[in-house]
């Protein structure tokens, strides 16, 4: 779990994770995983975390996004012109946020060249056995 000096990173279910490791290089990493919760527009992420997951990009680090993790991609240009697996909770937002992803409601995951992503719920599950 990666984060920023040490301050706790509460999800949507109010539980409190602690980073394991600090915000570095990103190509430590063989995937980075955005994890989505509820969706806010009005919280970025910090410029430390959006510097981190463009560097990503850049170096070629494999991008996934569990969720509502896909619309943080979106937000960056991560998923333009990617296929991309959304939740039929959130395709209509979605598709009208994003006309530059081909996004679909028809699949519990996508992987398409260096992004994954999945719906949410069991579709994270079925995506880690991929």
Same mark, same amino acid.
């Given at each position: =779990? $990666? /984060? &920023?000096? /040490?301050?706790? =990173?509460?999800?949507?279910?109010?539980? &409190?994770?602690?980073?394991?490791?600090? =915000?570095? #290089?990103?190509?430590?990493?063989? #995937?980075?995983?955005?994890?989505?919760?509820?969706?806010?527009?009005?919280?970025?992420?910090? *410029?430390?975390?959006?510097?981190?997951?463009?560097?990503? %990009?850049?170096?070629?680090? !494999?991008?996934?996004?569990?969720?509502?993790?896909?619309?943080?991609?979106?937000?960056?240009?991560?998923?333009?012109?990617?296929? %991309?697996?959304? *939740?039929?909770?959130? =395709?209509?937002?979605?598709?009208?946020?994003? !006309?530059? $992803?081909?996004?679909?409601?028809?699949?519990?995951? *996508?992987?398409?060249? /260096?992004?994954?992503?999945?719906?949410?719920?069991?579709?994270?599950?079925?995506?880690?056995?991929?």
């Amino acid at each position: =779990i $990666v /984060g &920023e000096r /040490g301050l706790p =990173i509460r999800a949507s279910c109010g539980v &409190e994770l602690l980073p394991t490791k600090a =915000i570095g #290089n990103p190509e430590d990493f063989d #995937n980075v995983v955005v994890v989505g919760g509820l969706l806010d527009t009005s919280r970025g992420l910090s *410029s430390e975390k959006e510097a981190f997951l463009m560097r990503a %990009a850049e170096k070629g680090v !494999p991008l996934t996004a569990l969720c509502t993790g896909s619309f943080v991609l979106a937000r960056y240009g991560l998923l333009d012109g990617y296929s %991309a697996a959304v *939740s039929w909770f959130h =395709i209509k937002d979605f598709r009208a946020e994003f !006309p530059d $992803v081909s996004a679909h409601a028809d699949s519990l995951y *996508s992987v398409d060249r /260096g992004r994954a992503t999945c719906a949410g719920g069991t579709g994270a599950a079925d995506l880690a056995g991929y």
